[in-house]
């Protein structure tokens, strides 16, 4: 059973720049067919997919983060980041990582087994 821990949430002016954690436990993530990812969920809106990365690093985006947000993993560290930089007011959520088990790309939260407790993500001046 993994146990996913997000950190490094906070509050952050407009333009600025945050680096969420994710840390793994109870199994290691350089498992061929484990793909890793961030989902955000804004106040009464729902759960949105921001990123996903795989076993060799490859990664894919929600549009509107696209240059603005990096995904990337230390297997060595079983820890997965979410750099964002530009950050804006309407990047404001609360940020949850999640693990699935799988060969294909998903952006469904259904389709995540495995999900950490989130962190909070607030951008204002």
């Known amino acids: 059973q993994v146990q996913l821990v997000e950190s490094g949430g906070g509050l952050v002016q407009p333009g600025g720049s945050l680096r969420l954690s994710c840390a793994a436990s109870?199994?290691?993530?350089?498992?061929?067919?484990?793909?890793m990812a961030w989902f955000r969920q804004a106040p009464g809106k729902e759960r949105e997919f921001v990123g996903a990365?795989?076993?060799?690093?490859?990664?894919i985006y929600l549009d509107s983060v696209k240059g603005r947000f990096t995904i990337s993993r230390d297997n060595a560290k079983n820890t997965v980041y979410l750099q964002m930089n530009s950050l804006k007011p309407e990047d404001t959520a609360d940020y949850y990582c999640?693990?699935?088990?799988?060969?294909?790309?998903?952006?469904?939260?259904?389709?995540?087994?495995?999900w950490g407790q989130g962190t909070q993500v607030t951008v204002s001046s």
């Open positions: 999640a693990a699935r088990w799988g060969t294909r790309w998903a952006k469904m939260t259904s389709e995540y087994a495995t």
């Open positions: 990365i795989d076993w060799s690093g490859s990664t």
């Open positions: 109870g199994s290691s993530l350089r498992y061929a067919n484990v793909h």
